[in-house]
């Protein structure tokens, strides 16, 4: 064989064939992922062909995911807020209890009041059975006329008499919608599907007797001019209903003339 000569000046050597075994001494390494394959020493057991070993900055996020991403939380964390939790739903169940407790006992007492109010009317319905002339004075009248306008009305405390409640005086001072200037107006109001006889006053002015109901004869447009029926040394006046008789109603009180008693 011919034995080759110097080179030239100037030209390199061509790279010969990369040695098989210095590559197979080399790790080759994954971009990115910090994770080693290959090479002939590696550990057994370690990261080789087909296995792979994560950073510990990948085994704690995997961690913290597994978590919700709110950080490890431990099991006896857990069981104090569980707890926590259960005691607030028995205060808030105790304290609705208490809440309904005293709800019963208002209501309870509410409707004790409501019948104890029927019962004192229905007492004073009874006792007010033999009544046909009721009054009604109204002090400082024109104090309390200054205070309305025409068209508007002061109203009487509801009253029972000839054994039936639920009547009531309504006074215009200054008249309703169809009065003439300077007129008062006085209505006398019974309850409903009731007739009766009656005649009212104010002061000297009269009206009746006449038969009246809840739409007739129920008052006078123009009773009476109140400046003239004021009394000069009280400043009051008198409003009245005499001669009362109920003459028709499904709710009168009946007088009993015979009484059974229970057998023993």
Not at 13 to 24: F, K, L, V
Not at 54 to 64: G, N, W
Not at 96 to 125: D, K, P, T
Request: proline fraction near 7%; aromatic fraction near 6%.
């Amino acid at each position: 064989h011919r034995t080759a000569g110097p080179l030239p000046r100037g030209s390199r050597e061509a790279p010969g064939p990369p040695d098989s075994r210095a590559m197979r001494r080399q790790p080759l390494r994954t971009a990115g992922t910090g994770v080693v394959t290959g090479g002939a020493g590696a550990p057994r057991g370690g990261p080789g062909i087909g296995g792979s070993r994560s950073s510990p900055e990948a085994t704690a996020r995997l961690s913290e995911a597994a978590n919700g991403g709110g950080g490890p939380a431990s099991l006896e964390e857990v069981e104090q807020e569980v707890r926590a939790l259960r005691e607030t739903i028995e205060s808030e169940k105790a304290e609705i209890a208490r809440i309904e407790a005293s709800l019963g006992e208002l209501f309870m007492r509410n409707a004790c009041e409501e019948y104890l109010h029927r019962l004192e009317r229905r007492i004073q319905v009874v006792e007010n059975k033999q009544v046909d002339t009721v009054q009604w004075r109204i002090e400082d009248i024109d104090q309390v006329r200054s205070g309305f306008s025409k068209g508007q009305f002061i109203a009487s405390p509801e009253f029972s008499a000839c054994g039936l409640d639920g009547f009531s005086f309504h006074l215009y001072p200054r008249g309703d919608d169809f009065a003439e200037e300077g007129y008062c107006s006085l209505y006398f109001h019974v309850p409903a599907e009731t007739r009766v006889s009656r005649t009212l006053f104010l002061g000297r002015a009269r009206h009746g007797p006449v038969e009246a109901d809840s739409l007739k004869n129920c008052g006078v447009s123009e009773m009476c001019v109140l400046s003239n029926e004021i009394d000069k040394e009280t400043g009051s006046i008198v409003i009245a209903v005499e001669g009362l008789q109920v003459l028709s109603s499904p709710n009168v009180v009946e007088s009993r003339t015979k009484l059974t008693l229970p057998p023993p």
